[in-house]
């Protein structure tokens, strides 16, 4: 029959019958001694008490309890893939009890598992990257995402809206970043949070089995992008270390030639690093 003919055969007794709004009855609390009222809200109360929280746990466990069991599950060993120009965070990982691994990524800075990867940026180095076409977010993300089914932007720090920068443009990409590329953006205060994350998204993925594994090629890189990241790859030198050391001596050849004395003028270049960069150009190979 069509929908008509099956309204045609309907009284309006039978209509009122069937649409007419429950009712459910209401006993004297007292009498009842608390228990339920009804038969459907017997039945109400039945399914909510057998179904699990919001939180997906023991619904008999307190909220309290299964957060405490999501941090003791960060402490669980993991191990987690870092790119060697995010070596500092590196030893706050290791000091955590996670098995690090430094290798060459060519997407993301940390592979958490099979299908996790992260890319972590500093508030300013969000802002700078969204003004300088060199230093191109999106095509990061764009990588990232076709790399890994998982990927994630850790922002770091809370002076996003300092720069020069309208709050509206920082929005929109905040929001291009969300929506049009489908990443969840993961706020943390400074790297010991960053660590914090990092360490709970690695025990999260691990304790369900999944190991880390690299995968994934970078879309090609502008000579200014090869120059940081040979600069950067030098033990103690990290991303921002060499773009100063670059724009202070204009070419990776005129850094790696430099004294230490010379070395030492560029900020966050210190005695140490000066001498480890002199070290490594200037070392005789021994192999």
């Known amino acids: ?13 039978s209509l009122a019958k069937e649409f007419a709004p429950r009712q459910i009855q209401i006993t004297d609390v007292a009498e009842s001694g608390g228990k339920s ?16 929280n919001a939180f997906g746990g023991d619904p008999a466990k307190p909220v309290e309890d299964m957060a405490s069991d999501h941090a003791a599950a960060a402490c669980v060993d993991a191990a987690v893939y870092v790119d060697p ?12 009890g996670l098995a690090v691994t430094l290798k060459n990524l060519e997407v993301g800075d940390y592979v958490i598992s099979d299908r996790v990867a ?13 003004i300088d076409p060199k230093r191109n ?23 996003l809206y300092t720069r020069q920068v309208s709050p509206k443009s920082i929005q929109g990409a905040l929001a291009s970043v969300a929506v ?28 369900e089995g999944r190991e880390p594994m690299v995968h994934g ?62 070290e490594l150009v200037g070392g005789r190979y021994k192999g």
């Open 137 to 159: 977010l999106f095509r990061q993300l764009t990588d990232l995402k076709n790399a890994y089914d998982r990927p994630i932007l850790i922002l770091e720090g809370r002076d």
């Open 217 to 278: 090629h970078k879309t090609a890189r502008t000579l200014e992008e090869q120059q940081e990241y040979l600069v950067s790859s030098i033990p103690s030198v990290g991303p921002k270390a060499a773009r100063n050391l670059l724009r202070h001596f204009g070419s990776v050849e005129k850094v790696l030639t430099a004294s230490a004395e010379e070395l030492q003028k560029v900020n966050l270049v210190g005695p140490k690093t000066a001498e480890r960069i002199r």
């Open 118 to 130: 992260v890319e972590r940026k500093t508030a300013q180095d969000f802002v700078s990257s969204i």
């Open 37 to 52: 009222i009804s038969t459907d809200s017997a039945n109400a109360s039945e399914s909510e008490s057998n179904s699990e």
């Open 1 to 13: 029959k069509t929908m008509q003919q099956q309204m045609r055969g309907l009284s309006s007794q």
């Open 85 to 96: 120009r995010e070596r500092e965070m590196g030893k706050i990982l290791e000091a955590r």
């Open 180 to 207: 049009d590329y489908g990443i969840p953006i993961i706020p943390t205060e400074d790297q010991q949070d960053t660590a914090s994350v990092i360490a709970a998204l690695a025990a999260r993925e691990q304790r």
